[in-house]
């Protein structure tokens, strides 16, 4: 029973850090779109968030393939999670919809 426990805490950090990558990267999208510096919020991004769920793997999951397993699980969970969530989001917003359709 405590092994289960263990691996219900490996899937839930696994999801934890998927939200934090896949709902940065969403929210990198919006508001680098906005900026001038386009090119740097999203190098900045995409090396924090990485950075974050590898040292996340590496130090929560990291010594028991069981774990890692139950982790990257959570973490793919996630990305369907945040995709879903964020699509509705999208077509709830008018002007989004309009966005997709420019020259």
Request: glycine fraction near 10%.
């Amino acid at each position: 029973m405590n092994e289960f426990l263990i691996l219900a805490a490996a899937l839930i950090a696994g999801m934890m850090l998927g939200v934090f990558f896949f709902g940065g990267l969403w929210w990198t999208v919006r508001k680098g779109m906005e900026s001038e510096r386009v090119a740097l919020w999203f190098v900045g991004s995409m090396l924090l968030r990485t950075s974050v769920v590898l040292l996340g793997f590496y130090f929560v999951l990291g010594d028991d393939w069981r774990r890692l397993v139950a982790g990257l699980l959570g973490f793919v969970v996630a990305r369907i999670i945040v995709t879903r969530l964020t699509r509705s989001a999208e077509q709830a917003n008018p002007f989004t919809q309009d966005a997709r359709h420019a020259p």
